[in-house]
């Protein structure tokens, strides 16, 4: 298989064929190279056509799951899909886009061994483009956030959190110490989009399950705490399930304030824009994302908003050769009556994106016609949690049991790979005979520590006081940048 051509300083002659790069591991660049491997099986074989997929992890992560395995309903190497196994017939690249030239068509990227040499980017030269690195979370210049929150948006970030909420409940059972009781059952999520509610309503419910194991801690001792801007939560479900989800974790003694905004996080006291002060050991930021910050570096028409200006055909508006599709791009959405309406940035459109992406890509390398993407919304739908949920899928507006069953139903069949399909649905299976996981493994995040101290090293570093700020966008070290997540 011709691979494309990975060069320091000036390229060398391309190999023979049509080099396509993907720039993005998310859903749509796993979608659009899985998807190409099929259109392009014959062109790849015979070294007509070859894939690079340039990815910062080798793994997509699924991230509706992502709440499910911070409650422990499904185990975190089954929310993510191996890159090398999935993607056989592609040439994978674990590294960061830089810059995308595309005038030169090429691309700089640092990858895990460019620090190591000490020679700087490295340059992949290309053909076709799919630009598709995803984005970030949108962050507020609120003090204290990045010294104390953590985000939602990656699997580590899931599994870090659900190992810092058992910890703060370890720490309230062992202390003499009221006010540090008081901070460390205090968790603030701020954000009432998917991410957010689903992430504290997955959580509270397995924390309210943990607690009985706790001699002095009580469900009603733990305080949750939702904190969302707008007049309401989950508006993809429409106002009416939006209502209920707010009746039912307020039922669960869940603190829902609206209208409302994190106005600082300082020295671990949690301030609202209606004046409440919450001594806090945790808070979580899903509220919202924005474009990844490569898009800025290319020399591809943005919009104000900094998205990638695309066609209905999913090319860069006015460029040939280059294609977009999910967060980093803006999309017409042929399907509404609305004037310059854009499809929304959600897992929905983007997994369908990806598979018409592809396809166009293969059609224009075998210089056959383009068609236009073109889905109506169905719907959305959302879990509260175990046996919990709310949903409003082709008008039908669902409600408990039902809609968080339909959650489920809809996810496992989106999520890629029958090897995936079955692991997730064994486990789903193996929770409802079993008792709920209730171990923290907090010690996986210091793997050396142990050994450190047996060394006459460092002292082993004892229970964090919170979640350890993340890096900036693109650093592959520590918890990620959070952000939002659409059905």
């Not at 603030?188 to 801690?217: P, S, W």
Request: charge should be neutral; hydrophobic fraction near 40%.
């Amino acid at each position: 298989m011709v691979k494309a051509a990975i060069n320091r300083g000036s390229s060398p002659e391309p190999p023979p064929g049509t080099r396509i790069l993907v720039v993005g591991g998310g859903y749509v660049g796993m979608y659009t190279a899985l998807r190409l491997q099929r259109e392009l099986k014959a062109q790849l074989r015979d070294g007509r056509v070859a894939i690079t997929v340039v990815a910062p992890d080798p793994y997509m992560t699924y991230q509706p799951f992502l709440p499910e395995a911070a409650a422990g309903s499904i185990s975190p190497r089954h929310v993510v899909v191996p890159l090398r196994r999935v993607l056989d017939r592609c040439h994978i690249v674990i590294g960061e886009a830089q810059r995308i030239d595309h005038a030169a068509r090429t691309a700089t990227v640092t990858t895990l061994a460019t620090e190591e040499e000490g020679t700087g980017p490295v340059e992949i030269g290309y053909d076709e483009l799919v630009l598709a690195p995803g984005s970030v979370s949108r962050t507020l210049p609120v003090p204290g956030l990045a010294d104390y929150a953590i985000g939602f948006k990656t699997v580590e970030e899931a599994i870090g959190l659900r190992n810092h909420v058992i910890e703060q409940m370890d720490i309230a059972s062992s202390t003499r110490d009221p006010a540090v009781r008081d901070a460390a059952l205090t968790f603030v999520f701020v954000g009432g989009g998917y991410a957010g509610v689903e992430a504290l309503a997955e959580l509270e419910d397995m924390a309210r399950y943990t607690a009985r194991y706790y001699h002095n801690i009580k469900p009603e001792d733990l305080k949750w705490i939702l904190v969302e801007a707008s007049d309401r939560i989950l508006p993809e479900v429409g106002e009416e399930m939006g209502r209920y989800a707010i009746r039912e974790l307020r039922g669960r003694n869940i603190d829902v304030r609206l209208r409302t905004r994190l106005d600082s996080c300082e020295n671990r006291v949690a301030v609202l824009s209606d004046g409440s002060r919450f001594p806090t050991r945790t808070v979580v930021w899903t509220a919202g994302v924005k474009p990844a910050p490569l898009l800025a570096a290319t020399d591809l028409p943005l919009t104000e908003r900094g998205r990638l200006k695309c066609t209905a055909k999913l090319q860069v508006e006015g460029v040939e050769h280059a294609w977009a599709a999910g967060d980093a791009a803006a999309v017409p959405d042929v399907t509404s009556d609305e004037k310059d309406k854009e499809c929304a940035p959600n897992a929905q459109h983007a997994v369908r994106q990806a598979k018409a992406l592809a396809e166009n890509v293969a059609a224009s390398v075998d210089g056959r016609p383009l068609r236009e993407y073109a889905h109506k919304y169905v719907g959305s739908v959302a879990s509260l949690g175990l046996h919990k949920g709310v949903a409003h899928v082709y008008g039908r507006k669902l409600k408990g049991y039902p809609a968080w069953f339909m959650h489920r139903a809809y996810h496992l069949s989106r999520v890629p790979t029958f090897n995936r399909k079955a692991r997730v649905l064994a486990e789903w299976t193996l929770a409802g005979l079993f008792k709920r996981e209730i171990v923290s493994l907090g010690s996986l995040e210091h793997p050396r520590a142990e050994f450190e101290l047996a060394a006459g090293g460092p002292a082993k570093p004892g229970p964090k006081p919170g979640p350890e700020p993340g890096p900036e966008p693109g650093s592959k070290s520590g918890p990620k940048e959070p952000g939002g997540k659409d059905n």
